[in-house]
Every structure is written in structure tokens, then in C-alpha cells.
């Protein structure tokens, strides 16, 4: 079975850092993108990017674009997502949601609290 | 304000078949971009219920329908159930945005 396990829960301050991570299995890893999307308290869902695990290149939504980094590992099968210059709004849950088009397989999820 | 508008609430009686509404733009539904739809249950991860406009992956039932017509996309759920009591998401590419977006999200009640 495909599997997409996230890290866990986070708490940081404002203007830190959050590098959230998503380990991928049961499939060939470098076949399908890697898409993050994440989730504010009573909110909808919110687009933040891809990744193509296969040569690493990545589009990211254009209201992120200067904070937010996609990286992934292809020796472990792991996506990566941080998120720079946190403020109280990031406050969320994030899921990273493999993708053939459409967003197939989805990982629990990582809540990640911004406060001071 | 999201690229893709969807009514906020919908609500139907156990049996009934209600619609949900995807509203876009010639720069995505329009363009003739695929639409996805996910379900999403309380405190779980949204799940895939209809790809490629009309398609359903296997495990979901045939109560749940997609279409689509001009700028718009609907889902459909027929004989509704108690167990479909969940907020429902549209989404597809834009073309002008160059990414992904989400309809903001409609929240079906079974009355």
C-alpha cells in the first residue's frame, strides 16, 4: 500500500523557521509529484506548491513564493517543506498529497501552531 | 476569495440528491482543466472522491457524480447518508495563477 507519513506537531514563534518533512512508501517514488497543501483552523484548503521528486524542481503558490522551500530526498523517499519568517496567520495544518494529476493519496497531516 | 467559488453550506434529508456547485474562470474550468473533488471528514486528511470531472477511484460509491458544463463543475450525491455528512472541495489548475487552487469549500448537512 502507498503510504505518506508526515513528522509531527510543531510549535514555534514568530519569525522562525518550520521544516516539515513527508515519508513516502509503496510506490516509485520519482513517478508522481508531491504537492503541499495546507489547512487553517476552520478554514478550506490552501495550495502551496509542488515538487517533482524526480529532478527536484518545484512551483510554488505566488502568495508563498518568498518564504516557502520544497526539497526532497530521494535515498529516503522524503519530501520536505519549510516555511521561513513564521507568522501567527501560518498557523495550520499542513499535508503534503501525492499527485497523478489529481491528489490520489494524502499524508496525516502536521499541525504546526504559531505563537508567541 | 478563492478562484474557485463554491456555496459556503448545502443540506439535504437522508435519501435526497443534492448538488455542489464549482464556479471558475476561462482560465481554468473554462480552459477545460480538469476538476478533482475531495471529501473531507471531521479532523481527517481530505479524501479523493471524484478525478478528472466525472471519474470515480474505485471504492467510492456511484451515489457520488461529477460534471461539468461551461465555467462550472458540480457534484452530485445521490440517496444521501448520514456518513456523507462532510465538507466537500473542488479543485483544479489555473492557468493565469500557474498553480493549483481549492474552492473555498461547501459543508454538506444531513438534516
New interface residues.
Partial sequence: QVHLVQSGAEMKKPGASVKVSCKTSGYTFTNYYM?W?RQAPGQ????M??INPSGGST????KLRDRVTMTRDTSTSTVYMELNSLKSEDTAVY?C?RSY????V????TPVTVSS | QSVLTQPPSVSGAPGQRVTISCTGSSSNIGAGLDVHWYQQLPRTAPKLLIHGTTNRPSGVPDRFSGSKSGTSASLAISGLQAEDEANYYCHSYDSSLSGWVFGGGTKLTVL
Wanted: proline share 0%.
Fill in positions: 504537492h497543501v478550506g484548503l490552501e495550495w506548491g509542488i512551483n510554488y503558490a505566488q499535508y498529497a494529476d489529481y491528489l490520489d494524502w499524508g496525516q497531516g
